[in-house]
Structure formats: C-alpha cells, structure tokens
C-alpha cells in the first residue's frame, strides 16, 4: 500500500476510535446502566454533558472529511500518481486530524482551543486541496 493508502486507513480507523472510546462508551455505559432507554438518544437534539456534546461534534469532524480524504486517495490510487509529495501531505493531514480532534476532546471551549482546532482544520483542508491538484495535474500531464 501506499503512504496515502495507509494515512487513508488511518484516518478510517481515527473516526472509529473516537467513536467507541467516546461517544459510544458515554452512550452505551448510559444504557446497559438503565439510566436512559436506547430511544432516548436523538441525533437533532443536544443531549448529554458539554464533553460528550464536544465529542460529537469531533467524531463528525471525522465523518464529514473521511470521504472527501477518501475520494483524494481514490483518484490519486486510480491514476497511479505516486510521489514524496502526497505522502508528505497525507501524512500531514492525518497527524492534524488526530491533532484536532485531541484538542476537541481535551480543552473546554475557548478562543485558544478554537484557534488552535482552526489551525489543524486548516491544514487538512489545504493539504487535501494540495493533494487533489498535485493528482489532477499529473493526470493532465
């Protein structure tokens, strides 16, 4: 497998770590407990304490960029780019999405911790923008 492959698989397994180490535990201790019923939990309504509100939101950070990382390896798979570049950059996306949902999970909100998941949001976005046009031009080229 390629870098970007493994930083792919990475990623896949990340999301699912932050769901059964937080949200799932926080559910599922709730419910084999008897303290709420399986129904009671909603996805369009706030439930639960500020950290598991906070662990929703990163475990959906997760979900929301695993496809659009996941459609950037697949392309750059298919086309058999290969290069120093994209493992640099896959290895950078990666290591700030497990950056940003850390400082998610473990800061209460504030501007610091706000900026600093900004920064780590940032260069996932730039780095999967980086890596779909170093895909897209050696495709052209």
Known sequence: MTIPQWALLGFAVWTLLVLFGTVGVYRWSRILTG??????W???QPQGSD???RAMRAHMNC???LPVFAAIVLCATASGENSRFLDLLAGAILVARVCQTTVHLA???SEVAASVRFVFFFVQAL???AMAAAVA????G
């Open 35 to 40: 303290r709420v019923r399986i129904s009671e």
């Open 42 to 44: 909603q996805a369009d």
């Open 51 to 53: 950290w598991y509100r």
């Open 63 to 65: 979900v929301e960029n």
């Open 107 to 109: 800061c209460t909100p």
């Open 127 to 129: 780095g999967m923008l």
């Open 137 to 140: 031009v050696s495709a052209i």
